[in-house]
């Protein structure tokens, strides 16, 4: 399963506009002879950029999380695989039984109707499976935004970057290397990991067989 699939909000979630230069929180005061109010611009605009793919890679939420989603996404593939060998096995030995003229009619209608309702619950089993691992994939790209905008607030503080941005692929043209805090960011997102967590997490999605 490819990181970048799984992960696919990550280059949102990594964008962070955080402590703007503090500005006059009261309302602005009208001039009678214009109605325009100024605002207070930074005295100097601090910018630092982070490398999306450097977090994917190197930030442990991200691999072990990837490790779960590719855990849980397999046994979902089992397990509809199963099935589907086993409808069409069934169907194949009705097929040839029908030819030997086995089945009276009603019994091949019979049967015929029950191999139409297991493929049709094997769909909508493909559906819900599909649906509960959209779902956990969600939950985890959350997860994995929350960690960043929650790290860089902390991290910003100190700081004070008017804006940190997120740099995947070309989206940025031109990047300056004395912009890039990348490494900062990517320890200080793995010293505030709690890995055993998700280490457990990932062991019990590969005993877990996917629910039928």
């Avoid at 793919?53 to 089992?78: A, H, P, R, V, W």
């Amino acid at each position: 399963m490819n990181k970048k699939n799984i992960f696919r909000t990550l280059a949102v979630a990594a964008v962070a506009t955080v402590a703007m230069t503090s500005c006059d929180n009261s309302a602005p005061k009208m001039d009678d002879k214009s109605q325009a109010s100024e605002q207070t611009a930074p005295a100097e605009l601090k910018i630092a950029y982070v490398e999306v793919d450097s977090i994917m890679t190197q930030y442990t939420f991200c691999k072990d999380y990837t490790e779960i989603l590719q855990k849980k996404g397999q046994n979902i593939q089992n397990t509809l695989a199963s099935k589907q060998r086993a409808l069409e096995q069934a169907a194949a030995n009705f097929q040839q039984k029908l030819q030997q003229n086995a089945y009276t009619r009603e019994q091949a209608e019979g049967i015929q109707a029950s191999l139409q309702k297991q493929a049709a619950d094997l769909e909508g089993l493909n559906q819900r499976l599909s649906g509960e691992f959209q779902t956990e994939t969600d939950k985890y790209n959350n997860a994995l935004r929350d960690s960043i905008q929650h790290f860089l607030a902390k991290y910003n503080k100190d700081k004070k970057f008017s804006i940190i941005l997120s740099k995947a692929g070309d989206n940025l043209l031109y990047a300056d290397k004395a912009f890039d805090i990348t490494s900062e960011v990517v320890a200080g997102l793995n010293k505030a990991y709690k890995k055993p967590a998700a280490k457990a997490e990932a062991k019990k999605a590969a005993e877990a067989p996917a629910k039928k």
